[in-house]
Each structure stands twice: as structure tokens, then as C-alpha cells.
């Protein structure tokens, strides 16, 4: 099998101790490039994927879209760095860049929200490095497929021109299924990857809606 180029959030994210989608598939010997992270925004999601496009090459890619409102910070200096391990929430680093989420726990993010983000202009950039995307994987023979892992309440109707379907996302997916039963709720906020279970439920539809790929009997191996 040729190797899969994935991105998205912690949903995504193979390289985690909780289990993912992702795992499942490496698990089964998918080839998988995963560029996916924790808690970062569709802004790193695609700009991790249009990297990877444009410097290898891959038979498939799955984009997984997150929330809109999260905020990627470089760290850069150490007033950055002091404010990060102030967060009681997302207090970590992700490849040098403090994915921040939405949250409001310190000043200046609250100022942040409060003044000057601009959702407008955050979802046309997700749009348009969506389109550049689409137009390099088409130009290097890539099937790309997108999935949503949360509801985006998009600003207008451009939004159609990603090619998904819009009316399902994982996480409420997940929250309506039997699954939702034994999430983990011990971390509250912090946890927002859905149990081992309905990662396997969800690698599974994936690889039968999307990837197709000759790997049923051993996803059935796996117990849901």
C-alpha cells in the first residue's frame, strides 16, 4: 500500500497515548505520514499538508478540519513561553508553536478575542489553503479527502466549495453514539479525543467510505 498523508487535530493525531483513527490504521500497516497535532488550528492543519504535498509524494490524503477560534502562537520569545505554561489548559508546545486553542484564561487572549480576531478572514484563509490543497493533490495524482471533526459555523456560503459533507462532524458524531458513555471525563476540558472504541468505529468507516483500502479483516480484529 502507498503511503497516506493525513493532518488534523488531537482527533487525528497518532502520536499520542490516547488512541486515534490514525493508530488504528498504523496498527493494521497502513502507511501513514501523519501531520495531524494537538489542539492546533486548520491554519497549521493545512499549512502541515501542503508542505508535505509539495515535498513527497502520497497515493491519499485525509484533511480533518477542527473548530474555527483557535490560535497558534510561535514561540518566539520567553513572554510567550511564560504566558503558555500559564494556561491551565493548553500548557504545552507542538513543534515549537503553542497551539492555544479558544480558550480565555489569560489577558492577552481574551483581549485577543475580544479585539481583534476576525472570523471573517479565518475562514477564507481555511477556503483558500483548502483550494491550494485540492489543486496540488490533483496535480500530483493525490485522492484528497476531508472530513470535519467539529461543527463549523461557516460566514457565508463559500464554505460549499470544500468538498465534504458538511452535515456530519466526528465529535458530534461521537457524542450521540453509545460510546459517548465511557468517555473520559476524568481531565475534563482537556480531554476532547474520543475513546478507543469509536476510534475504531471511525478508522473503520474511513478506510470503507474513503480510503478503501484491503485492510477489513484485520480493522475487524479490533473490538467496538
Not at 7 to 15: H, L, Q
Request: charged content about 30%; hydrophobic content about 35%.
Amino acid at each position: 500500500m502507498s503511503k497516506i498523508l493525513i493532518s488534523g487535530c488531537g482527533i487525528t493525531w497518532s502520536k499520542q497515548e490516547r488512541p486515534s483513527w490514525a493508530k488504528v490504521l498504523r496498527v493494521c500497516g497502513v502507511d501513514i505520514d501523519d501531520r495531524a497535532g494537538p489542539a492546533i488550528s486548520n491554519q497549521l492543519i493545512l499549512d502541515n499538508m501542503i508542505d508535505a504535498v509539495m515535498k513527497n509524494e502520497y497515493s491519499q490524503a485525509v484533511c480533518q478540519l477542527t473548530d474555527v477560534g483557535k490560535l497558534d502562537v510561535e514561540l518566539n520569545s520567553d513572554d510567550r513561553r511564560e504566558i503558555m505554561k500559564e494556561d491551565p489548559i493548553r500548557n504545552f508546545s507542538f513543534q515549537n508553536i503553542w497551539p492555544s486553542s479558544s480558550s480565555q484564561d489569560h489577558e492577552s487572549k481574551r483581549l485577543y478575542y475580544k479585539y481583534l480576531y476576525s472570523p471573517g478572514i479565518e475562514q477564507k484563509n481555511i477556503l483558500h489553503k483548502w483550494l491550494l490543497l485540492k489543486i496540488l493533490c490533483l496535480e500530483k495524482d493525490i485522492t484528497l479527502h476531508t472530513i470535519l471533526g467539529y461543527k463549523i459555523n461557516w460566514i457565508g456560503e463559500d464554505y460549499k466549495l470544500i468538498e465534504t459533507n458538511h452535515d456530519w462532524q466526528i465529535y458530534e458524531d461521537y457524542k450521540t453514539s453509545s460510546h459517548w458513555q465511557s468517555h473520559d471525563h476524568t481531565v475534563g476540558e482537556k480531554n476532547t479525543v474520543p475513546n478507543k472504541h469509536y476510534q475504531i468505529a471511525l478508522a473503520k468507516k474511513i478506510n470503507k467510505e474513503f480510503l478503501k483500502l484491503p485492510i477489513e479483516d484485520k480493522l475487524e480484529k479490533f473490538y467496538v
